[in-house]
């Protein structure tokens, strides 16, 4: 991939600054550099290959090989207004070159036409601050195809009844069932649901020079080896940097979005891994950074223009955080299922994506099929709650059930609530003396009560499927988040949204803003296909502004 | 701690809750020297010499770690070199942790003293011994998700927390994390040591017939 490898000066303008390079930030600089910009994207974190990645816990979970660090980049939480936050670890995201798509699960499920009107269809709900999206899933579609086949997605068109619209299939087939996809087969349709091959953005079949999963068991958490798992880094990132106009460039932590005295920004400033500030310049500047980093850079962008913080005269930088409801159920079998064999996630059911009103709440979720424990996490956390802590008993039933376990997850729909959210802890600093990142979190009491019923449901499914023993976490109020969505959302009112449907500020004309920060609704848990759709969609429209001569002029 | 933190999403809770979470934010960059040396250290035909136990320190420890995950007719943690790991954890990252494990120890031997008296420490105690003296320093702790027992030694529930979190980190990490030993804690707990598999992967999957759509359509219910 060297070869067209580009750098610029940071004198220079470019056409394009890009902050972050994850799952949109990813997409954009693909997109805007085959369109003929010069695009530069600034990353916090290292750039990491494949030969990098390891399946040591330790380095993973300990040393945040591929996060944030609570260390250097402390978080402080809070559930209202009106608590003093306090330091915790609070919030995780990605902070390497393809960001959380490096580590996440790879679950690439699509938005349904319900969720861009849910509001016009239920009403307003008390405690909840709910709006329609200005798009619709018909003008999202044609990317959300192209998410699929160029990202890379493995899955079986019209095995879901609920699925919406397609215009075309996915380019693999499915990843091999595994045990819990067979179990949770038999169970789910024991009851009459509709369970199905789950999307996964996991390669099926080797492609575009890019290996097929080999089931190594370490996928949740950790860096992929052979580029099997479709993250920004492998997928197109190369194709970023292949075009010969992007340059990306790591290790540099952008905290000002920097402003001329028209209103117009300039670039983005940053430290680079020495610490030494720069201004990098351009015609126009897109955030992508995700739903915490992207407002916490604009409310640390403040200026006399602009006090309260950048393109914020809606006050809504930072709010409507929607984290995604969830819990886990585990179930126990008779003989070995060897789920950690693999990726996590092997069937999916989306018969309560829209549950019945009647049911005294809104929304609606999915379950999926799952084993995603390393072997220390299950020793951790796998163990039914009632098992010896220590001794013959403990390793009896680590012995007996490591391999005869599986996971239903639960995944539900976040209610927006205008106090959720990030903004800057006054007195909490990062390891670069910047405002640390304020959690201000409490579930709307409609997403426990929908998550307890999933989460009974899913009980069900374990008994149909003839379990030997089932349990599960409590449903309890979240105090850590990683889907960080909804904290800048799109919207046609200047005055209740902070981007148009264009990705555009309402306040400044060459700031952008793509990410999960841009969603108005939460979906039902799998928010990174639909980001890296609007990622290849705001790339569009994006082309077509600064091609008419609206961007610079 | 919140337990609807997710398995799937937070690594915080995957390695083991809040208190886990703690220990590992608070341990970054010493890990991975203890990790390696431990793998070094385990590997070598010679055992290394021990940098931060005393022979009394590691030898009780010994003892603790192998009544924490016992040997039986797969190995436990003294099969997977646990005390190693630990060793070279005192030293770096868990440095911190040092005067927990003294004073724990300390406990520990006053403890086996009062139940069994004549018994000097509790390596010396015998099987039976060595689970009863864990099972009353455990008893109502926190391990058990009650409230610490009054009357036990001042610092044992603590150490022995802390203990049973390394433990299980020293007997199931990978072992490039430095741990289990010639994979001996995966093949207690059935964790075949490969990297790469190809379906089926078990019972249930053997004989999967291939996908077919739900019997009777599928239909919207």
Known sequence: MTQGKVTYKTAEEVDFVIVGSGASGGVLAKELSTNGFRVVVLEQGPYLHEEDFTHDEIKIFNEHFLTNNPKTQPATFRKTPADTAKAQPCVMYGRCVGGSSVHFTANYWRLHDIDFHEHSKTGDIPGANCADWPITYADLEPYYTKVEWEVGVSGLAGASPFDPPRSKPYPMPPLPVKGCGVLFERGARKLGYHPYPAPMAILSKPRAGRSACDNCGFCLGFGCEIGAKSSSLASVIPLAEKTGRCEIRPNSYVHRIEMDKNGRAVGAVYFDAQRNAHLQRAKAVILAANGAETPRLLLLSTSSQFPNGLANSSGYVGRNLMPNSNVVACGIFDEPINDYKGFAVSRVMHDFYEVDPKLGFYGGGGLDARYDFTPVAFALNGLPPDTPKWGKEFKKALSQNFARTFEIFCHGTSLPVESNGFSLDPDVKDAWGLPALRLTFRDHPNDLKMTEWMRDRALEIFDAAGAKTKWSNPVTEQQFVVHLLGTCRMGNDAKSSVINADHRTHDVKNLFLCDGSSMVTSGRGQPTMTIQALAYRAADRITALAKRGEISA | ?221
């Open chain 2, 1 to 221: 701690m919140n337990s609807s933190q997710s398995a799937r999403r937070d690594f915080l809770q995957l390695l083991g809750g809040t208190a886990g979470a703690a220990w590992l934010s608070a341990q970054w960059p010493g890990v991975l020297v203890a990790a390696q040396h431990a793998h070094n250290a385990v590997k070598a035909k010679q055992p290394a010499a021990f940098e931060v136990l005393t022979a009394d320190q590691a030898r009780e420890l010994d003892a603790l770690t192998a009544c924490l995950i016992p040997t039986d007719d797969s190995p436990g943690a003294r099969e997977a070199g646990v005390v190693y790991f630990l060793d070279r954890a005192l030293k770096t990252f868990a440095a911190e942790d040092l005067p927990t494990y003294k004073k724990g120890l300390d406990a520990v031997q006053q403890f086996t003293g009062e139940l069994f008296p004549g018994v000097p420490r509790f390596s010396a105690a015998n099987p039976e011994q060595q689970i009863k003296i864990l099972t009353e320093l455990t008893a109502d702790s926190d391990l058990q998700k009650g409230v610490p027992r009054r009357g036990l030694p001042p610092g044992t529930t603590d150490f022995i927390q802390t203990l049973r979190f390394q433990t299980i980190i020293g007997f199931l990490v990978d072992p490039s994390g430095g741990g289990n030993r010639e994979f001996a804690g995966w093949k207690a707990i059935g964790r075949d040591p490969a990297y790469s598999f190809t379906a089926p992967f078990g019972f249930y999957d053997k004989d999967y017939p291939g996908w077919q759509a739900a019997p009777g359509g599928t239909e919207k219910k």
